[in-house]
Nanobody, 117 residues
Framework: QAQLVESGGGLVQPGGSLRLSCAAS????????MGWYRQAPGKQRDAVAT???????NYADSVKGRFTISRDNAKSTVYLQMNSLQPVDTAVYYC???????????WGQGTQVTVSS
């Protein structure tokens, strides 16, 4: 059974950095487009950054220049390096995998990121 497990969240001060990881199992990771999404309390879940199976990358305007998405197919893992974090970045961060051929997708359980002094 395909599964995604996020890690790396936590509490960080404004201006700090965190690196999120999302490890996939039970599937052929390299076939999937991967993405990081976030959901703040009372708000909808929005895309933060995506990387296709071919390596094409897109970022939300709000994180451009601060966040970097990358993937290591040998480790079946996608990363989100987050720098210059601000309180508005506080949210639960989710990882998603999407099969570009079938549009089948599945999610991880999420990891909390809190930016506060």
């Amino acid at each position: 059974q395909a599964q995604l497990v996020e890690s790396g969240g936590g509490l960080v001060q404004p201006g700090g950095s965190l690196r999120l990881s999302c490890a996939a199992s039970g599937t052929i990771f390299s076939f999937y487009d991967m993405g990081w999404y976030r959901q703040a309390p009372g708000k909808q879940r929005d895309a933060v950054a995506t990387i296709t199976s071919g390596g094409n990358i897109n970022y939300a305007d709000s994180v451009k220049g601060r966040f970097t998405i990358s993937r290591d197919n040998a480790k079946s893992t996608v990363y989100l390096q987050m720098n210059s974090l601000q309180p508005v970045d506080t949210a639960v961060y989710y990882c998603k995998a999407r099969d570009p051929n079938t549009d089948y997708e599945f999610w991880g359980q999420g990891t909390q990121v809190t930016v506060s002094s």
